[in-house]
């Protein structure tokens, strides 16, 4: 069976940037703002829409936002009505986003209009609110464009393997799995020592904004300890069952029924 589909050597590299914001499109402008205790990103396109997001802070309610946002009553009213038996705005939590599209212009009357109204609601769907035709609010939830990319990084170990891996930009998630896969073999508390070194490569799923981020499934690990090099492949076989296996093709299936790595003593432990 062959299980190095993935070559080493091709992993040993700095890892990517996973944090960079996402470019602005051609010919838009980017201000920030403080207001009322949210955080307010505009996004400007032209005279007559912009484009806000609000991060939800403490004491926030979905209506004082839209208010905050130029919003007249009524009409904020009637957006957070169409919610009704779909999203209880009582759930806003700290920290979630919410993405206004409004419109702006001069020969408005009641100022400015709530076009598109987005909420975060987790790590892949949003809720959206969208003016309607015929008058109203369209309520719908939609799925989330998500990002997927390959981290690959390398590192030699100076103070502890989480330290190396932080500095390498290796995600506590991504660790954790390499630990869990070579827990069999490795006593991480004692066994590993300044010199010693990692490989990892891993699909990792990111929001659009870049700010959440998970693994989707780890690729590749190999460990140096003390001269002895142990190395894990992700390897699926023709029925579709997924293992791990090390360079001679023996199986690492027995690292699933180790207890799973605690993610809060990461940085103390290891």
């Given amino acids: 069976m062959e299980v190095a589909a993935i070559s080493p050597p ?8 996973t944090n960079a914001a996402p470019p602005l499109a051609p010919g838009r402008g980017l201000d920030t703002d403080q207001a009322g205790g949210s955080e307010n990103l ?39 009505n169409s919610l009704q038996g779909v999203y209880d705005p009582r759930r806003l939590r700290v920290g979630q986003h919410l993405d206004l599209e409004l419109q702006r212009a001069a020969e408005q009357p009641d100022g400015t209009k ?64 390499l630990i869990r896969l070579f827990s069999w073999d490795v006593d991480f508390q004692h066994d590993v020592h300044a010199g010693d070194a990692f490989s990892i490569a891993y699909d990792e799923v990111a929001t659009p904004d870049g700010e959440q981020h998970r693994v989707d499934k780890l690729e590749y690990a190999s460990l140096t300890i003390q001269g002895r090099n142990l190395e894990a492949y992700r390897f699926r076989d ?18 699933l029924m180790r207890t799973p790595v605690d993610g809060a003593r990461l940085s103390s432990g290891f």
């Fill in 10 to 17: 091709e992993f040993a590299t700095t890892p990517s940037s």
């Fill in 42 to 80: 505009v996004l400007t396109e032209d005279p007559d829409t912009v484009q806000e997001r609000y991060i939800v802070r403490q004491g926030d309610t979905l209506m004082n936002i839209l208010l905050r946002a130029g919003i007249p009553r009524a009409e904020a009213h009637e957006a957070v």
């Fill in 114 to 177: 709530l076009a598109v109204l987005s909420i975060n609601l987790d790590f892949s769907n949003d809720l959206r609110l969208a003016r309607a035709p015929q008058g109203g609010f369209d309520v719908e939830t939609a799925e989330r464009q998500l990002v997927h990319q390959t981290i690959a990084a390398s590192s030699v170990i100076e103070d502890s393997l989480y330290v190396a891996a932080r500095r390498a930009g290796v995600s506590d998630e991504a660790l954790m799995e």
């Fill in 238 to 255: 023709s029925r579709g069952i997924v293992g791990y296996y090390d360079s001679t093709g023996r199986s690492l299936r027995k690292w």
